[in-house]
């Protein structure tokens, strides 16, 4: 999952302070059931999520303009195959399925693509830059409440894949190339923070571990107020990054 390059394409949340579950292991941390399903579903949601964001960065390299395009985006795509792979054996080292463990969230995923598919090489840029880090911000929050090993791991592969930096570059240079494709660029980011924060609150409502860690019953999850503030934080960021592309919130 490609999330983006700091300062203004990094979410507030990935300096989150965690919360005393952090103090645990994941060995004692998933002496609770409920909590280990929770865990497991995430490491579910994020394993699809980084197998999906392969298979699309594959894809979009055949939109590439020049061969160096298409170079740095299999390079990228490589880097979330990896990142699928670590979350993979995590998984089977926990004793979980990875394939059960991802199976219900691949309508979701699929959902979301299949409703937001670019048209050309500037919207795939935009989604990979706009869609996949609202994602990252949303599993950064959520990682502040894991045990230390689940978080560790959650961070290392929203690690970002150089896709930020990249999207950036190309979208200001099409945008001074011609001005009128902002306007454009602008409607399609909107369309996907929108479509983006639906398919998480999907996930979210379709899993009950997840969601009843989310709003406080397992662990340290966010009370009702934490939530908004939670998406406040999100919604910020998706600004910052729209302002990096040169184009309007």
């Known amino acids: 999952m490609t999330s983006s390059d700091k300062p203004e394409n990094a979410s507030d ?19 609770d059931p ?10 579910g949601a994020l394993a699809y999520g980084e197998l999906a964001a392969f298979e699309r960065l594959a894809e979009d390299a055949k939109l590439a303009p020049t ?16 990142h699928f792979e670590r979350l993979r054996d995590r998984l089977a080292e926990i004793g979980e399925e990875p394939t059960r463990a991802m199976e219900p969230f691949v309508a979701a995923y699929d959902g979301f693509h299949k409703q937001t598919a670019p048209s050309d090489w500037l919207e795939g840029l935009v989604k990979a830059y706009v869609g996949d880090s609202i994602a990252s911000d949303f599993y950064r929050e959520v990682a502040a409440r894991l045990d ?13 894949t150089g896709h930020g930096g ?29 479509e983006a924060l639906s398919q998480s609150q999907r996930v979210v409502a379709d899993r009950d571990a997840l969601s009843t860690m989310l709003v406080g019953g397992v662990a340290d999850g966010f009370d009702l107020a934490e939530v908004g ?10 600004t910052k990054r729209m302002a990096a592309l040169g184009l309007a919130a």
């Open 13 to 31: 949340t990935a300096a989150a302070e965690p919360t005393s579950v952090a103090a645990r292991d994941w060995a004692t941390a998933s002496a």
């Open 34 to 43: 409920q909590y280990r399903a929770a865990v497991v579903d995430l490491l």
């Open 67 to 82: 061969l160096e395009d298409k170079a740095e985006l299999a390079k990228m795509a490589s880097a979330e195959f990896h």
């Open 148 to 160: 230390s090993d689940s978080r560790n791991l959650v961070l290392a592969v929203l690690d970002d």
């Open 166 to 194: 990249f999207a950036v570059e190309k979208v200001r240079a099409a945008i001074e190339a011609d001005p009128r494709v902002g306007g454009r660029l602008a409607l399609w980011a909107r369309r996907l923070m929108g």
């Open 229 to 238: 503030k939670m998406f406040s934080r999100i919604t910020e960021a998706h």
